[in-house]
């Protein structure tokens, strides 16, 4: 079998084929990214402009037990904040990252001896 599979010789019209493939499937995965990151960057924003209104009350709050709750929801929103900017990052897939891919499945191809 490893014989057979090491005198497999891929022409140029096949990998170009492949190529086309890879950047079709690419761009089907990339629209599903894009869409939900640009969800996940609404609820960024929008946890955002909680905690801001919740600092923005802080001051005028004189209870101390007011206080350490809003402080908490604050520290809490951060957290979730954070939580979603990491989850918006993991998402992020550089059209760079496919092209590097492509070109390294090419040359496995190309040099599979």
Not at 48 to 69: F, H, N, R
Not at 77 to 85: F, S, T, V
């Amino acid at each position: 079998m490893k014989k057979f599979l090491t005198k497999i010789e891929f022409t140029g019209e096949y990998l170009e084929a492949f190529e086309k493939v890879l950047i079709n499937k690419y761009r089907e995965s990339e629209k599903e990214i894009i869409h939900t990151s640009s969800y996940v960057n609404r609820h960024i924003a929008d946890l955002q402009a909680e905690q801001a209104m919740i600092i923005d009350k802080l001051p005028l709050v004189e209870s101390v037990i007011a206080s350490k709750k809003l402080e908490e929801k604050i520290e809490a929103l951060q957290i979730e904040i954070d939580g979603a900017r990491e989850q918006r990052d993991d998402l992020e897939i550089k059209e760079h990252d496919i092209r590097s891919y492509i070109r390294n499945a090419r040359y496995l191809m190309e040099h599979q001896n």
